[in-house]
Every structure is written in C-alpha cells, then in structure tokens.
C-alpha cells in the first residue's frame, strides 16, 4: 500500500518561513505558527516541503489504509494561507466561520488571504476546537 506522500522532516520550519516571498504573508505565517503553537502546546514540524504541523495522529480507513498526519497546520501559498484544521472534515464548526471574517473552505482547509481579514480570537477558537477534537477522538502519537 502507498504510504502518504507528506511526512514529518527535520527540515527548519524557521527556514522555511524566511523564505516567503511577500513580507506581509511571511509576517502572517510566523503570526500563525505563534498562534498554533501557543494553543496546541505542540512544537511546529515541517510535513513534506511545504507544510507546517502542529501534533501528529493515525487514521485507517476502511479500505485498511492507515498512516500518520499532523492534526492543525498551515502553508503560507502563493494565493492564500491555507490553515488546516482535520477536526473540519468531522465536526461542524459553522457558528464560528460566521464570526471568522473573510474566508474560504474546503473539506479540511481554510483559505485566508491575510489575518488582518479575520478575527483572530475566533481563529484561535477554531484551532483549539478542531485540535481538541481530533486528539479526543483518534490516536495520537
């Protein structure tokens, strides 16, 4: 079976965010990982080249595909950051999008172009709850 393409590396995550181009997303990024890190209690890792990650837990799908994945997370992308929050793809968090500010979702990500376009308490909320949710209901490592 393939085994998930994105992993932790021992790759510097301070690296990586000095290497964002734009100053203001790479101001951005630092803010978040400060964020993640203060609601998590989790240390940042590099996942893959282009992922930071915060916490780490197992899935297995019924097909019998198992394997490991970081529970919140974000890459600064040329568009947008993209934050992910895997609690999303379980549990409805909607009450909070309503208060979250500008944004856009996908099944696992949330998609901002800077933080000053949401509320950043809001988008402490929405880390805490989906992290808190994920380490309650699946395995962690």
């Not at 990586?16 to 890190?37: C, G, N, T, Y």
């Not at 929050?85 to 998609?111: N, P, R, V």
């Amino acid at each position: 079976m393939a085994e998930n393409k994105t992993q932790p590396t021992e790759a510097s995550v301070e690296d990586f965010l000095h290497q964002v181009e734009s100053p203001k997303k790479r101001e951005d990024a630092f803010r978040i990982k400060q964020i993640m890190e203060e609601v998590t209690g989790e240390k940042a890792v590099m996942w893959g080249d282009s992922i930071v990650g915060f916490g780490q837990y197992h899935y297995k799908y019924e097909s019998g595909r198992e394997g490991d994945f970081l529970i919140v997370g974000f890459s600064p992308r040329k568009t947008s950051l993209s934050i992910y929050l895997l609690g999303c793809m379980e549990k409805s968090f909607d009450d909070l999008f309503a208060q979250l500010g500008k944004h856009k979702t996908g099944a696992s990500c949330l998609y901002i172009n800077k933080l000053a376009d949401v509320d950043e308490e809001v988008l402490r909320q929405l880390i805490k709850e989906s992290y808190d949710w994920m380490k309650a209901n699946y395995p962690t490592n």
